[in-house]
């Protein structure tokens, strides 16, 4: 009787045992199936993650914490090649508009028709499109090649940025004198006129280029030096509209500047 007591403890013990190795087998091996519902979660997590970090990363930029960047960095080149080729890119530069707009209207400048109210416009990624370039080119994701820029822009090719074409001849309309300050290079001063011209951009008063002298300066000392010669000529700088921190930079500071959306490229 003690014999078949010992057996049937024995048939107990082994299944018990059989049944805690099995689950222990079973959780083991569903840990390490990527079919597992818990190794998919995993997965979309970080891929949520990395789309968050790139967001963040991109917004940084846009409020100016992150600065002097080369390059993009390489996990979230397609997230910033998607925003720039987005509705809202386009969305967000349009409200950038709409803010000018109200500014100009809500009695914020007194003109005194004496041709000394003005405004500054950037050209890149303000009043043209450089992405058809970027498309071709890393999206950010490369050092830019200026050998390559420039010989695009040669081609005089870049799209005009439609909203900021209309907001371009309101403020003109208004007898507001407009200068066009841009970090390209003087050479490139007939291929930019041409380019200006062919989209729909003209009346402007001046359009200020890099000289020799100015090659070697930071972007942000070129344009403080270039608005305190207009302030020391009379003018009255009501307004600055730029994808670059850069251009509002320094003394004299404009009453107001305008920073539109560009995370591919930072121009210090």
């Known amino acids: 009787m003690a014999n078949n007591f010992l057996l049937s403890l024995s048939l107990i013990m082994a299944t018990i045992l059989g049944l805690f190795i099995g689950t222990v087998s079973s959780s083991s091996s569903a840990d390490w199936n990527i079919l597992n519902q818990k ?3 995993k997965v979309e997590k970080t891929t949520n993650d990395l789309k968050t970090y790139c967001e963040s990363w991109r917004i940084n930029v846009e409020v ?3 600065r002097g960047f080369s390059v993009v960095p390489q996990e979230c080149v397609d997230h910033v090649k998607k925003y720039m080729t987005s509705s809202q890119y386009k969305a967000d530069s ?5 803010e000018v707009r109200l500014y100009l209207s809500s009695g914020c400048c007194t003109l ?3 041709g000394k109210d003005s405004w500054i416009f950037d050209i890149d990624e303000t009043l043209l499109s450089t992405i058809p370039y970027f498309k071709n080119h890393g999206f950010g994701g490369e050092k830019v090649n200026s050998s390559s820029l420039e010989a695009w822009m040669m081609e005089s090719k870049a799209p005009a940025l439609d909203h900021k074409l209309e907001l371009f001849h309101e403020i003109k309309n208004r007898g507001i004198k407009i200068f066009l300050i ?7 001063r007939s291929s930019t006129v041409d380019n200006l011209v062919n989209v729909g951009y003209h009346g402007w008063t001046r359009l200020i280029m890099r000289g020799l002298d100015d090659e070697i300066m930071a972007a942000r000392k070129y344009h403080s030096k270039v608005r305190q010669q207009l302030v020391d000529e009379g003018y009255r700088i009501w307004g600055i509209l730029s994808d670059q921190w850069s251009t509002s930079y320094g003394l004299p500071i404009p009453n107001r500047t305008f920073k539109l959306p560009n995370s591919i490229y930072y121009i210090a």
Request: no cysteine; charged share 45%; proline share 0%.
């Open 112 to 114: 005194k028709g004496d």
């Open 94 to 98: 349009e409200r950038t508009v709409e």
């Open 39 to 41: 190794w998919r979660f």
């Open 64 to 66: 100016n914490n992150i």
């Open 182 to 188: 841009s970090s390209r290079k003087e050479f490139l």
